[in-house]
């Protein structure tokens, strides 16, 4: 096996985003590794990139329909929006496997076209819950609504799987569920920017927190940390991502010791990650896998969590395991104190050298291909 067809739910360049992270990086794992990829992108919201020429042998772009009359199908809208006659004409050009990434790209995966294709899904969430989870801490009415719905139409569509020859579901949580439903699920971590652990020994002079700050999920995260944590820690904190919502500039604005920035570049959010002393990344949603956790435990120092950001991951020896604002504060106040060592920076090698370095999970990937084709 030398040629891979794989469909991606948006175009995966510039890789600063959780799904587009593990698309981009699973790309560069493969070619490394002497796969010839044809690439497909559904393109909205980003330009076609021609970095990708670099690692695909070909690389073609399609329009995402957002057709108002697709939100009233009983096809999910994340799936009937990806619909493309020429994609389904691109991919029958030759007769090599099909990755489709995200159940957001399975339009055509039960289609007769594609019945003697070898067909892989990779699953970036179980996405029916994922988006019951979107539904649950969205306030505007009318998203809500769109969020539940969608839900449900994600938990009927999500039977078309058992067209797919190979289900690969990127955390230990997914695997478990998927497998109870379908065969042929074999876990397959998370590809990353991460090659080796870089963090810093010594101690840094600020509390970390850093995400997606236009995502409700780390809008609440944050909201919650400042309220119930940042606001009496007599400590310097850093709150960094893109886009944040007023709610969050709000409730920071009163703290001088909160330091809130909008918009970091990759430069500087990476040299904020490696300076920092502790990483405070709590979440309220336990779907998929985190990549800014691995983001941290790679280049960060001491990384603080709660059971939901770490549960099923394998990550939590990793980690100071917290669940209350007062525990975070404690743990925060002690960590401050203490020095991270090189034997820390050792023991994160040894562990995520075993599960989450990208040429091992391409070759696992290509392995599976090979003994099932």
């Known amino acids: 096996m030398n040629r891979l067809h794989i469909i991606s739910f948006n175009i995966p360049y510039p890789p600063d985003y959780g799904g587009v992270i593990d698309v981009y990086y699973k790309l560069r794992a493969l070619h490394d ?29 399609y329009h995402r329909d957002f057709s108002l009359r697709d939100f009233s199908s009983l096809t999910p809208f994340i799936v009937k929006s990806r619909k493309s006659s020429a994609l389904l004409k691109n991919l029958a050009k030759d007769s090599a496997p099909i990755l489709f990434e995200g159940l957001h790209t399975c339009y055509y995966l039960s289609h007769p076209a594609l019945q003697s294709r070898f067909k892989i899904v990779r699953m970036h969430n179980v996405e029916a819950d994922y988006y019951k989870a979107l539904g649950r801490s969205e306030r505007n009415i009318m998203r809500k609504f769109y969020f539940y719905t969608e839900s449900i139409k994600l938990n009927y569509y999500e039977r078309i799987l058992k067209y797919a020859d190979l289900i690969l579901p990127i955390s230990v949580h997914d695997d478990e569920l998927l497998k109870l439903r379908y065969q042929h699920v074999y876990y397959l971590p998370a590809f990353h920017p991460n090659f080796d652990v870089q963090s810093l020994t010594g101690k840094g002079d600020y509390v970390l927190f850093h995400g997606n700050l236009s995502v409700n999920e780390n809008n609440q995260a944050a909201v919650w940390l400042t309220a119930r944590v940042f606001a009496t820690l007599n400590r310097p904190v850093i709150i960094a991502g893109s886009e944040p919502k007023s709610s969050l500039r ?22 904020l990650i490696r300076n920092a002393h502790i990483h405070v990344l709590p979440t309220f949603q336990s779907t998929g896998i985190k990549l800014k956790l691995l983001n941290a435990l790679f280049n960060g120092r001491f990384v603080i969590v709660n059971d939901t950001m770490v549960e099923h991951t394998g990550l939590e020896t990793l980690c100071s395991v917290c669940n209350t604002a007062e525990d975070i504060q404690l743990t925060i106040n002690k960590l401050m104190d203490i020095s991270f060592s090189s034997a820390d920076i050792e023991t994160r090698r040894t562990h995520l050298g075993r599960d989450f370095t990208n040429a091992a999970n391409a070759k696992k990937l290509i392995q599976l291909l090979e003994q099932s084709l």
């Open 250 to 271: 709000n409730i920071v604005a009163p703290y001088k010791h909160i330091q809130l920035i909008a918009n970091p570049s990759q430069k500087h959010m990476a040299e």
């Open 33 to 61: 590794a002497g796969i010839k990829i044809i690439l497909h992108c559904f393109e909205y919201g980003r330009k076609e990139q021609i970095e990708l020429n670099e690692i695909c042998e070909a690389v073609y772009y």
